[in-house]
C-alpha cells in the first residue's frame, strides 16, 4: 500500500545512498604558474556492493548565466593536456599540464557506478595565474636599499627568488657590486617555473685604483716607460687624469702630466723622477691610485 509508511522507508533509502558515496578533494582551493602542471588529488568512496564502470572530470562553464558542466574530453583545449591519475576503486586524481590562463575555473569528479551515476556535490577551484618580477630601479648605486617585488593573483604563497639561476636570502638588500644581475620568482616548490627576469645593475665609482709599470729595471735615461691605470668600476671609468710630483714629500706640489687610461713617456730624463698618481672617474664618482715613484738614473 501507498501509505505514509511506505514513503518515509523510500526517504530513509535515499538518505542511506546518500550518506553513503563521497568525493573529497584534498587542496579545493589551488593557484598555479601558467605553464606549470597541476595535481587534483582526490578520493572516492560508495557503497560495497556496488561497482564502478566509468569516470570522468568536469569542467564548469558558464553558459546563459547557468554554470554547467563540460566534460574535459569534450573540450578542444583541454587535448592532450590532462590526464586521469586515480582508478575505479577510491583515487579520482587528475594532473593538468601547460596551464594556461583560460583553464581558470570549477572542475567536478564523475563517476558511473552499476547502479547510480554520480557528480560530486563540491568542486576544485582553480586559479592560472603568471608572475610579474620588478624591482623599484634597475639601476642602483652602491650601497643603495634595493627590493624585489614578484606580482601575482595567487594568495598565501611563498615567493622565492633567484639571481643568474641561484637562490637568494632575502627580497631586500643593501646593493653590493656583486649583486648586479638578473632576478626571476617562483613559487616555492615549484621552482622550475619562473617569471621572467628583471635585470639589476649595480653602478659604483672606481675601486681598487692602482698603477701598472712597464719599464726596464734600472729605468735609464733614455729608455721608455708606459704607465697603465688599472681598476675596477661600473659604469666604466671614462676620464684618467695623471699627476706628477717631483717632490716626493710633498703631494700638494701635484702637476697633471697626461689624460687617457695609459701614459707613455718614450724618453725619459732625469726630470721625470718623481712620484706619480693616475685619477680615474666615472658617473658615479673618482678614485685615485696610490703613489707610484720612478726613479731615473
Do not use: M
Not at 596551464?99 to 581558470?104: I, K, N, P, R, S
Not at 572542475?107 to 624591482?135: I, N, P, Q
Not at 723622477?273 to 678614485?287: D, H, K, L, W
Amino acid at each position: 500500500k501507498n501509505g505514509p509508511h511506505k514513503f518515509y522507508f523510500v526517504f530513509l533509502l535515499a538518505e542511506k545512498v546518500s550518506a553513503a558515496w563521497s568525493v573529497t578533494f584534498e587542496n579545493p582551493d589551488i593557484c598555479a604558474l601558467r605553464g606549470s602542471s597541476v595535481e587534483f588529488r582526490c578520493l572516492y568512496s560508495y557503497p560495497d556492493e556496488e561497482s564502478v564502470r566509468q569516470t570522468a572530470w568536469d569542467k564548469g562553464k558558464i553558459q546563459n548565466g547557468i554554470l554547467e558542466r563540460v566534460r574535459l574530453s569534450d573540450l578542444p583545449s583541454y587535448n592532450g593536456r590532462f590526464e586521469y591519475q586515480g582508478d575505479h576503486a577510491h583515487n579520482c586524481s587528475l594532473v593538468l599540464r601547460d596551464l594556461q590562463e583560460d583553464d581558470t575555473g570549477y572542475y567536478f569528479f564523475w563517476f558511473d557506478t552499476d547502479k547510480f551515476g554520480r557528480r560530486s556535490k563540491k568542486s576544485v577551484y582553480l586559479s592560472v595565474t603568471g608572475l610579474e618580477a620588478s624591482v623599484r630601479s634597475n639601476r642602483v648605486r652602491l650601497g643603495d636599499s634595493v627590493t624585489l617585488d614578484c606580482r601575482t593573483e595567487c594568495q598565501n604563497t611563498k615567493i622565492i627568488w633567484f639571481k643568474d639561476g641561484r637562490p637568494v636570502a632575502e627580497p631586500t638588500f643593501q646593493a653590493q657590486i656583486t649583486d648586479t644581475g638578473n632576478y626571476s620568482c617562483a613559487f616555492e616548490g615549484i621552482e622550475s617555473s619562473q617569471s621572467s627576469p628583471v635585470a639589476l645593475d649595480v653602478w659604483y665609482p672606481p675601486l681598487n685604483v692602482s698603477v701598472e709599470v712597464n719599464c726596464s729595471d734600472p729605468l735609464l735615461v733614455g729608455s721608455s716607460v708606459t704607465l697603465t691605470c688599472r681598476g675596477s668600476a661600473r659604469p666604466a671609468a671614462i676620464t684618467y687624469t695623471w699627476w706628477y710630483s717631483s717632490d716626493v714629500s710633498n703631494s700638494s706640489t701635484e702637476l697633471p702630466v697626461g689624460s687617457g687610461q695609459v701614459l707613455s713617456i718614450s724618453s725619459v730624463e732625469l726630470t721625470h723622477t718623481g712620484t706619480y698618481v693616475c685619477q680615474a672617474e666615472n658617473r658615479v664618482g673618482q678614485s685615485r691610485s696610490a703613489q707610484l715613484l720612478l726613479t731615473v738614473e
